[in-house]
């Protein structure tokens, strides 16, 4: 099987929920086609603002199946993170066999790990696939653990990391990642506005938070940095930056739940117990997205 190449802007999927919290398959399938429509180059699903802390076993593998025979022309990253080994191992498994392209895999978070404990676990889930392609998944908040160039130098010793999603607030750290492994593999900024700095390093891909709701925008600065357009590119950066300001830890599923359905996509309400986003920050999400997207 030929798995596409994990390179370029690739949105968030939400997890699409009914009002009463069932699946919503059928809306999760409209996405997948609007996401090509609107020519991303790939999507990830079950990132943290995709909630992959929230579906059973059976849910998993129904979202997995569905995305899968949905996506025709673009890159279906599942992500696959979960605190043990055995549970992360079993949900790569079923995604390389659905036919995914690549997996979105972050360190285990319950309890804080060692690089040990974390370069094994990653080693495991290597040894254990064919085909599939690792996103490895930097995010030092959410899982207490930060990849440093020589944890990098470790990882590179394996052979199915392909990319990595960085999500450090640290710009001393992402210079020195990204300068350090962008010439291996390819390195996806965690939002758009990362992408400016992270791209004159040597980035080549984004892990959009914000294209559900500014598709044209999201791929302007995309192609703006990659060219070297740096007027233009600074001009989109500095409206992403405050897109972005309203998100925090707290509201980040609810965030990209409003952002997708502002968009026109289909999201439905956070997991219980989280609530929807704030009606006074939907409103001034709205004006933002509407700002954004009168640019391109």
Not at 141 to 150: I, L, Q
Request: charged fraction near 25%; proline fraction near 5%; charge should be negative.
């Amino acid at each position: 099987m030929t798995r596409k190449t994990l390179k370029g802007l690739f949105p968030l999927m939400p997890f699409v929920l009914k009002e009463n919290q069932d699946l919503d398959l059928e809306g999760l399938r409209e996405n997948i086609e609007a996401y090509e429509e609107r020519g991303f180059h790939g999507y990830v699903a079950f990132g943290c603002m995709g909630e992959f802390y929230a579906p059973s076993e059976e849910e998993f593998n129904k979202v997995v199946d569905v995305a899968v025979d949905a996506t025709k022309k673009i890159a279906c990253v599942i992500g696959t993170t979960f605190h043990n080994t055995k549970e992360c191992l079993r949900r790569t498994k079923y995604a390389e066999d659905a036919g995914a392209d690549g997996v979105m895999i972050g360190p285990p978070y319950l309890i804080p790990c060692t690089s040990e404990d974390v370069f094994e676990h990653y080693r495991q889930i290597n040894d254990s696939v064919d085909e599939i392609q690792i996103m490895v998944y930097n995010n030092p908040f959410s899982f207490r653990f930060n990849m440093t160039p020589e944890f990098w130098d470790r990882l590179m010793t394996l052979d199915r990391i392909k990319a990595v999603k960085e999500s450090s607030h640290d710009v001393l750290h992402r210079t020195m990642v990204t300068a350090h492994i962008s010439d291996r593999i390819n390195v996806f900024s965690g939002s758009e506005y990362w992408f400016l700095a992270d791209s004159l390093l040597g980035a080549n891909g984004i892990v959009s938070t914000c294209g559900q709701g500014t598709p044209k925008a999201s791929l302007a600065l995309y192609e703006a940095c990659m060219k070297r357009d740096l007027e233009r590119a600074i001009q989109l950066h500095k409206k992403f930056a405050e897109l972005s300001s309203d998100v925090t830890p707290q509201n980040e599923v609810a965030w990209l739940k409003a952002c997708s359905e502002l968009g026109g996509l289909k999201a439905g309400p956070p997991r219980s117990p989280y609530l929807p986003l704030d009606p006074a920050l939907r409103k001034r999400l709205e004006d933002r997205l509407r700002e954004i997207n009168a640019m391109v």
